[in-house]
């Protein structure tokens, strides 16, 4: 890594040696800004070349490569009796450690509290793998996006991983250096007509921000006209105002036609917001996640912008990942874990990450299916998070099964586009009193104002169809109709910010779709308006 700090320190002494130039001092600045463009990517590509190399030989050694990182999570655990003093065998480390429920992972016997495996604690040598190879992979993909001044992030959390060793405007970033304020994040973004990439922290976030687009647009397209801040653009003022009356469908292309791809950092729970944003704001663009973060780790990279559906390599260095087979209807009783090189390409596992903080094998709750191989290593889809089944009566309505069910209920509403949705048991609201247990399940919508009865009964009838044990307890009557609740624009914007100010928000935040919790279900209840 001596090269680029080198280069790094390089940049830091030409605005000195500038000051001795007798250019004017925009031409100088205009070369300064060009220079450190170029130095920042080349440093960026060696650094990329070389991890892509770590990669490669990681992934052609697989059990080696995993073994390392077991070897890593041993010797850096810190639990005071830990059993694996001195061993690093496999075989021993499945037999004396069992496996732990994410629930569970926070308390030792001891009653000590500690961080959960891969929390905020754990950024290192992975957060940084998987910025520099997404950052190369988007490059070789989309070449334009690299130009000065073709990107812009609008959230102030980014999609990167792990922050870069100089400013983001050394890349071409027009966001201003530490902004932290969303509007003026979005503002500058507006400004800038010629943008091929757009930047936010999560597909929900940056749902968000084009909701808020709408709502204030108006006073956006003051500021860009009278120059607050920077110079007054009246023409792209008048642009705005055009693009905004034309309504939310293409919004993205009509306010910055060059666009050519969207960036987002994938977690549990963000795939209907990436759908919503996709048929709407961001109609016609691709989208492209460099990583996916599970419970605040990065657990897949992703090596493949051009794919329509992210695909992600399951790294083998550390953390430590098993692979535990997903048995339909009989989860607790699955057999043991797999490495990541006996996988098999069809079949879904729960991951199982163990890192050094802590020394638990726990389980994640994540499960992913086997898509294809790189060299040794598996390539995989994220299915779905176990912790987000429905069961009133043990009927285990997965989150993908409900997904599909409420989509396809919501393709036969008139109109209707889904913008979020959650799920809430009607035990947690004590609704059922009187009548049998059932689902209470909150929408957002866009071009639909109210919801029918007749349009309401069309989810339970798609559940029926996706779930025959749900179609059992139906027609004994064990289970009632799911009652859907349609809430006012913002109310999923508001329950996301308040999930977000939780001290115990995981990184990046994980959008729930079953809430366990009776204040953030009233919290929702009290903003329906249908």
């Known amino acids: 890594m001596l090269v680029p700090l080198l280069l790094l320190l390089l940049l830091l002494l030409l605005p000195l040696a500038l000051l001795r130039q007798p250019r004017s001092q925009d031409a100088s600045l205009c070369w ?11 440093a960026l590509g060696w650094a990329a070349a070389w991890q892509q190399r770590r990669l490669e030989q990681s992934t052609r050694h697989m059990g080696q490569s995993q073994q390392q990182a077991l070897r890593w999570c041993l010797q850096g655990a810190q639990r005071p009796h830990c059993p694996l003093r001195g061993s690093t065998d496999t075989s021993t480390f499945r037999n004396q450690l069992p496996l732990t429920k994410i629930s569970q992972a926070q308390e030792e016997e001891s009653g000590e509290q500690l961080p959960p495996p891969t929390s905020n604690r754990y950024h290192g040598e992975a957060f940084l793998q998987a910025t520099l190879l997404g ?29 870069l060793p100089w400013p983001g405007h050394a890349l071409g970033h027009t966001s201003p250096p530490g902004a932290r304020d969303p509007g003026a994040l979005l503002l500058e973004a507006l400004r800038c007509p010629g943008l091929r990439a757009l930047e936010a922290g999560t597909a929900a976030e940056l749902m968000d921000v084009f909701s808020g687009l709408e709502a204030d647009g108006e006073e956006l397209a003051e500021a ?58 961001c109609q016609g663009l691709a989208f ?24 992600y390599l399951l790294p083998p ?3 430590f990942i098993e692979l535990l087979p997903v048995k339909e209807g009989a989860q607790e009783e699955a057999a043991s874990t797999l490495l990541l090189a006996e996988a098999q390409k069809g ?10 903080t802590s020394l638990t094998r726990c389980q994640l709750g994540d499960v992913v299916q086997v898509v294809g191989a790189y060299n040794q290593c598996p390539v995989v889809r994220f299915v779905c998070r176990l912790g987000q089944a429905l069961s009133v009566r043990g009927e285990d309505i997965g989150e993908d099964v409900f997904s599909e ?17 959650v799920c809430v048991e009607s035990s947690i609201l004590d609704s059922s009193e009187g009548s049998a247990p059932h689902y209470e399940v909150f929408v957002e919508l866009r071009g639909l104002r109210n919801l029918s009865e007749e349009n309401r009964d069309k989810l339970d009838h798609c559940l029926q169809e996706a779930s025959p044990h749900y179609k059992s307890l ?21 329950l996301r910010a308040a999930l977000a100010a939780s001290p115990s928000s995981p990184f990046p935040p994980e959008m729930p779709r079953v809430l366990r919790h009776r204040h953030l279900a009233q919290y929702l209840q009290r903003r329906v308006v249908s």
Do not use: C, I
């Open 135 to 163: 950052l190369a992979a988007l490059k070789k993909a989309y070449p334009e996006v690299v130009s000065p001044g073709s990107t812009a992030r609008v959230t102030p959390t980014s999609p990167w991983p792990s922050p």
């Open 224 to 281: 860009v006209a009278t120059g607050n801040p920077g110079a007054p653009l009246p023409r792209r003022a008048a642009e705005l105002q055009e693009a905004l009356e034309q309504g939310p469908r293409g919004l993205a292309l009509r306010l910055w036609p060059k666009l050519q791809v969207v960036v987002t950092l994938d977690s549990g729970g963000q795939t209907e917001a990436v759908a919503a944003l996709g048929a709407l704001w």
């Open 347 to 356: 079949m879904e596992y729960e991951l199982v990450l163990t890192d050094h």
């Open 474 to 494: 139906r027609f004994r009557g064990s289970v009632g109709p799911a009652r859907v609740h349609l809430v006012g624009h913002g109310a999923f914007r508001a």
């Open 317 to 319: 260095g550390a953390p």
């Open 32 to 42: 300064l800004a060009s220079l450190q463009h170029r130095v920042a990517w080349g």
């Open 405 to 421: 069910a409420l989509g396809r209920a919501v393709g036969q509403w008139p109109g209707a586009k889904l913008l979020d949705h």
């Open 288 to 311: 492209f996640s460099p990583a996916y973060a599970a419970s605040g780790g990065v657990v897949g990279l992703n090596l493949w912008p051009e794919q329509p559906r992210g695909l």
